[in-house]
């Protein structure tokens, strides 16, 4: 008797006992079969065998080229079935460990939260950092986003000034972040949103130690991936704005061999 035969003759004994809730039902009754899923993906490998055979590549692609350009095409082809597949694994894996995979937890709204610290990521760096450097930035932020997200007292995130390519590939999660009333002020600059007083910027070159934080102030974290080739800018830049800087007291917990540099989910 194969998997789903049990899963089915469970639901049938449920269903004569009358015990089986609505969503359970749901849940079960849709789950695939690997033979199933198997025939799914060899409908969309048999599908993409056609694409490629009819796709005009240019004149000038080298062989090693067309290897490239065919694994990219085959990867974006083959997404949707990818994620379906995860999708049943872990439906299987809710219903014969349920307690192994909880319900997700939904984010909690900044504005309900208890916790008023503020914390603002400075985006302002788009033009000096490379597409790579900017996928990496926005992975940093998205991963400060779902911590934030699950936290019982969210803290009270911004986003200023993104714009760019930066702006692009955060629309998207942007969305989510309104959803979830995050304070984000997309293209606004920092020092159209708060006061001078207000702001503390944190960089590893101040000579300020940050002992204690203040729900008065907002800390800012630069948004900028840079691999050290721009030494000491947003520390530069935040004392041309007028604004207070501080540096996290890393040498009291960790020793580092490198510039006392992190990323942005790191100091967040």
């Not at 067309?66 to 990818?82: E, H, Q, T």
């Not at 590939?169 to 995050?182: M, N, P, S, T």
């Not at 974290?221 to 050290?228: M, S």
């Not at 540096?247 to 942005?264: E, H």
Request: charged share 35%; net charge positive.
């Amino acid at each position: 008797m194969t998997e789903q035969d049990t899963e089915k003759e469970s639901v049938q004994q449920e269903l004569g006992d009358g015990q089986l809730s609505e969503n359970r039902k749901n849940k079960l009754v849709t789950v695939l079969s690997q033979e199933e899923l198997d025939a799914m993906h060899k409908k969309v490998q048999e599908e993409f065998n056609i694409f490629i055979k009819e796709y005009a590549f240019p004149d000038d692609v080298t062989r090693s080229g067309k290897k490239k350009l065919i694994k990219k095409l085959r990867m974006d082809f083959f997404k949707p079935i990818r994620r379906k597949i995860e999708r049943e694994k872990l439906k299987r894996k809710k219903i014969s460990n349920p307690g192994v995979c909880p319900k997700r937890r939904k984010g909690n709204k900044l504005c309900d939260s208890k916790n008023k610290l503020r914390v603002a990521v400075d985006c302002s760096f788009d033009d000096l950092m490379s597409e790579k450097d900017i996928i990496k930035l926005v992975k940093q932020l998205q991963r400060s986003y779902a911590i934030n997200r699950h936290m019982d007292d969210p803290l009270q995130l911004h986003l200023t000034n993104m714009q760019g390519k930066t702006l692009d590939r955060l629309e998207r999660f942007h969305r989510g972040l309104q959803e979830l009333g995050c304070a984000s002020q997309k293209v606004r600059l920092l020092i159209e949103l708060f006061q001078p007083s207000e702001v503390v910027y944190l960089c590893a070159e101040s000579e300020n130690l940050l002992s204690t934080f203040d729900d008065s102030k907002i800390y800012v974290i630069g948004g900028f991936v840079d691999h050290n080739a721009h030494k000491g800018l947003a520390y530069e830049r935040a004392k041309a704005a007028g604004f207070q800087h501080a540096r996290l007291p890393i040498d009291k917990f960790f020793t580092l061999a490198t510039r006392k540099v992190l990323t942005v989910c790191h100091v967040f």
